[in-house]
Structures are given as structure tokens and as C-alpha cells.
């Protein structure tokens, strides 16, 4: 088996992971670290198929045996379609909120593993110190319209999973590299509102080119990254003394120092210790297929 052949096998073991088969053009971009053509991809492909590793139906590519991943996909795609619709709706509620820069789907709705259970997680990217303003008007938004995930009930609602600095947006730091979980997350990450975030949280993770060389960057229509009216007022010095004067109300304070310091940091504590869970998760499983296919 050649190593183009075995790139092949690891890149649908993944996608198996998430009930999902691909397609040629798929397969080819989130080819596992290496290079090659598509008629080179689709040579590998034929090879595979014909020695049994592989099936193909409806132009789409699974591990032998795992069929049902294809029977399962006319439900899924409709579900898919619902979902994205709703976040259409809501980026245009998200581009008037102050400091928010970026704001991308992730998880299982980008790489079109979402179910009936699954929420929609959101990856944001704030203004240069504006993390804690930017998240408090998100999640503000998403309460209003009843569509924040809670304990509850997630299934199709909004999670704000990440909310980043665009000043600090190096994701190897927050364990993203060197594990294919974290890795196929930030290459599906789908922009549905930017004012060049996407740019700069690209040129912050270059590491992703080494993983996938294929990998081609999502066009995005980018959109002026001025201030908006309301981000103007709350810079403005009436609107700082505005902000001010709520957070010296006594009752307030309280509230706010609990929520920045405490709540905050036992989230983003939390964050981290599922996405690390996850990330084990997967890379056994993923490891288990791998070893049974690859030889």
C-alpha cells in the first residue's frame, strides 16, 4: 500500500468517526498530511476500492462495510439545511453587536456531522480587549431569542464555544495542534460574518498548510471592520461614563466581578477539559480504525 493510499484510508477513518462519506474533492483537500493531485487522489481511490478497503455510491467514498453512513445522508443533508438557514438569520442580528470581528460556525455543523441533538457551536473572534464585552452581547442576543444553549436543552441552539482576542490568536497554545479532532475542527471552521478576523486568524495557525497541503482557504466576503453606531457610543467618553456608572452600582459590581472572574474562567476551564476529552476520544478511536485498515 502506497502513502498516498494510506492518507486516503486516515482521512475517511476520521470522517467515518462523524457518520459521513466524501466525495472526491472532499478527500483531496482534507487529505491527511500529503500532498498530491486529484487524478493522483482518484488513482489511489480506484486502487483502494478494487483491493475491498473502500465503496463508493452516489459518487461518494466509505470504509468497507460502513455503508449505513450513506443510507443516513438524505435525513442529515435536510437537517443541515435547516441549520444553516438559522445561522443566516442570526449572522445578520450578530453584525450589529460591538466588538465582534469574526463569528464562524465549528464543531458538527461545519463538518457536516450535525444530528438531531447536536447544538450549533460558535467560534468568535473580538476586537483587540474586547473578549468579555463582545461575548456579554452575544450571549445577551442569544437569551433574548431564546437560542443559548442551556442545561437544558442544546439540540440546534447556539454555543459559544470560543471567543478569542484577534490580538492573541495562536490556537497551538490552546492545544489545537497535533491532534486530527482539533485539527479538522479549525480547517471546517465555516465564517459567517467577518470584518478580517478569518485573515488574521489564518496567518496566526500557518501549521494547518502542514497538515492538510491541500487545504484550500474559504472565500469570504469580507465587510468593513469600522466601528459600528453602537460600539462608537460605548467608546465614547458619555458612553464610557455610562458603563461606568452600571458598574459601580453595588448590586451590579457584584454580578459582573462574579460573572468576568469566576463564572468566566470556570467556563473557559470547563472548555478546555471537554475539548480535551474529545480530543482523546477521538484520536483512540480514530487510532483503532486506522490500525485495522492501514497495513
Same mark, same amino acid.
Given at each position: 500500500?502506497?502513502?498516498?493510499?494510506?492518507?486516503?484510508?486516515?482521512?475517511?477513518?476520521?470522517?467515518?468517526?462523524?457518520?459521513?462519506?466524501l466525495?472526491?474533492?472532499?478527500?483531496w483537500?482534507?487529505?491527511?498530511?500529503?500532498?498530491?493531485?486529484?487524478? &493522483?487522489?482518484?488513482?489511489?481511490?480506484?486502487?483502494?476500492?478494487?483491493?475491498?478497503?473502500?465503496?463508493? %455510491?452516489?459518487? @461518494?467514498?466509505?470504509?468497507?462495510?460502513?455503508?449505513?453512513?450513506?443510507?443516513?445522508?438524505?435525513?442529515?443533508?435536510?437537517?443541515?439545511?435547516?441549520?444553516? =438557514?438559522k445561522?443566516?438569520r442570526?449572522?445578520?442580528?450578530? !453584525?450589529?453587536?460591538?466588538?465582534?470581528?469574526?463569528?464562524?460556525?465549528? $464543531?458538527?455543523?461545519?463538518?457536516?456531522?450535525?444530528?438531531? $441533538?447536536?447544538?450549533?457551536?460558535?467560534?468568535?473572534?473580538?476586537? %483587540?480587549?474586547r473578549?468579555?464585552?463582545?461575548?456579554?452581547?452575544?450571549?445577551?442576543?442569544?437569551?433574548?431569542? $431564546?437560542?443559548?444553549?442551556?442545561?437544558?436543552?442544546?439540540?440546534? %441552539?447556539?454555543?459559544?464555544?470560543?471567543?478569542?482576542?484577534? $490580538?492573541?490568536?495562536?490556537?497551538? @497554545?490552546?492545544?489545537? @495542534?497535533?491532534?486530527?479532532?482539533?485539527?479538522?475542527?479549525?480547517?471546517?471552521?465555516?465564517?459567517?460574518?467577518?470584518?478580517?478576523?478569518? =485573515? =488574521?486568524?489564518?496567518?496566526?495557525?500557518?501549521?494547518? &498548510?502542514?497538515?492538510?497541503?491541500n487545504?484550500?482557504?474559504k472565500?469570504?466576503?469580507?465587510?468593513?471592520?469600522?466601528?459600528?453606531?453602537?460600539?462608537?457610543?460605548?467608546?465614547?467618553?458619555?458612553? &464610557?461614563?455610562?458603563?461606568?456608572?452600571?458598574? %459601580?452600582?453595588? !448590586?451590579?459590581?457584584?454580578?459582573?466581578?462574579y460573572?468576568?472572574?469566576?463564572?468566566?474562567?470556570?467556563?473557559?476551564?470547563?472548555?478546555k477539559?471537554?475539548?480535551?476529552?474529545?480530543?482523546?476520544?477521538?484520536?483512540?478511536?480514530?487510532?483503532?480504525i486506522?490500525e485495522?485498515?492501514?497495513?
Amino acid at each position: 500500500m502506497t502513502r498516498l493510499e494510506k492518507s486516503i484510508l486516515k482521512t475517511l477513518a476520521f470522517f467515518d468517526l462523524n457518520q459521513r462519506a466524501l466525495e472526491l474533492d472532499e478527500i483531496w483537500q482534507f487529505l491527511y498530511r500529503t500532498r498530491a493531485s486529484k487524478i &493522483q487522489v482518484l488513482i489511489g481511490l480506484q486502487n483502494l476500492e478494487k483491493n475491498g478497503k473502500i465503496s463508493k %455510491k452516489n459518487e @461518494k467514498y466509505f470504509l468497507a462495510g460502513r455503508g449505513r453512513v450513506v443510507v443516513a445522508e438524505p435525513e442529515k443533508e435536510k437537517l443541515l439545511v435547516e441549520r444553516w =438557514k438559522k445561522v443566516e438569520r442570526f449572522s445578520k442580528i450578530f !453584525r450589529h453587536l460591538p466588538f465582534v470581528q469574526n463569528v464562524s460556525v465549528i $464543531g458538527s455543523l461545519a463538518t457536516g456531522a450535525s444530528s438531531e $441533538g447536536s447544538d450549533i457551536n460558535l467560534f468568535i473572534i473580538a476586537r %483587540k480587549h474586547r473578549t468579555w464585552l463582545a461575548k456579554i452581547f452575544v450571549m445577551i442576543t442569544l437569551e433574548i431569542f $431564546g437560542q443559548n444553549k442551556n442545561r437544558w436543552y442544546r439540540a440546534g %441552539k447556539f454555543s459559544v464555544d470560543y471567543v478569542l482576542d484577534e $490580538g492573541d490568536l495562536d490556537l497551538a @497554545k490552546r492545544q489545537f @495542534k497535533k491532534d486530527n479532532y482539533s485539527t479538522y475542527a479549525l480547517a471546517n471552521l465555516t465564517p459567517v460574518l467577518d470584518r478580517g478576523g478569518y =485573515k =488574521k486568524l489564518l496567518a496566526a495557525n500557518l501549521w494547518i &498548510q502542514r497538515e492538510f497541503p491541500n487545504w484550500q482557504i474559504k472565500e469570504v466576503n469580507s465587510t468593513s471592520s469600522c466601528y459600528t453606531p453602537l460600539e462608537k457610543f460605548i467608546l465614547s467618553k458619555f458612553g &464610557q461614563a455610562v458603563w461606568d456608572l452600571i458598574k %459601580k452600582l453595588k !448590586r451590579v459590581k457584584i454580578w459582573w466581578d462574579y460573572f468576568k472572574n469566576k463564572s468566566h474562567e470556570a467556563e473557559q476551564k470547563l472548555i478546555k477539559y471537554r475539548i480535551e476529552v474529545k480530543r482523546r476520544e477521538y484520536h483512540h478511536k480514530w487510532h483503532k480504525i486506522v490500525e485495522k485498515i492501514v497495513r
